[in-house]
């Protein structure tokens, strides 16, 4: 390294104070040069810190965005598929008892295909919401399909469930439909 630039480099590091006070410097030939190169410099490290961090947002957000698409990439798959589990939900009840022996293979088989609808919805993430009759309404997983004064309940307590409520991992996909009592006296 030459005389030359260690110098520079020298001055370069030289706090700028000390040229303040040095007024013979800022007579010295070249010296607004140097402050017009420090004031550069200055700037492009500026913007290189901000492009540091616009690029390091930008990865965290593309880490965010691909997580979201893997955990609910399939929420419209899966809400399309909530009407057939309805159904096949619906079909079981309808069989009932009397018709067990008549039709039992082909009950068998509505069961054991809901029974895997509900492992490959699990295995994606989707949980039921399954209220009970004398739960609690929550209006943060149920929705109210009616109200109705049923005596011996209390108010805001459920007492139908007409539909489970599903959740996609932490998001509520669909609410439970549920009728909630409205009984003042009790």
Do not use: C, W
């Amino acid at each position: 390294m030459t005389n030359a630039r260690k110098d520079e480099m020298a001055e370069d590091q030289a706090p700028r104070d000390e040229m303040a006070e040095a007024p013979e410097l800022a007579q010295a030939p070249g010296f607004g040069e140097l402050e017009a190169l420090r004031a550069e410099r200055d700037e492009l490290r500026d913007k290189f810190m901000r492009a540091l961090a616009d690029a390091e947002n930008s990865r965290k957000r593309a880490e965010r965005d691909r997580r979201e698409a893997e955990q609910y990439g399939g929420t419209r798959l899966a809400r399309d598929l909530l009407p057939v589990y309805d159904n096949l939900s619906r079909a079981l009840d309808a069989a009932g008892d009397e018709h067990g022996a008549v039709a039992a293979a082909l009950i068998e088989g509505v069961e054991l295909t809901l029974r895997e609808l509900r492992n490959v919805m699990t295995k994606h993430g989707v949980q039921p919401i399954t209220p009970k009759v004398g739960d609690v309404f929550d209006p943060q997983h149920h929705q109210a399909m009616f109200e109705a004064p049923v005596p011996g309940t209390k108010a805001g307590h459920i007492i139908q469930v007409m539909t489970e409520g599903f959740m996609i991992h932490d998001r509520l996909l669909r609410p439970a439909q549920v009728g909630v009592s409205s009984n003042t006296g009790a």
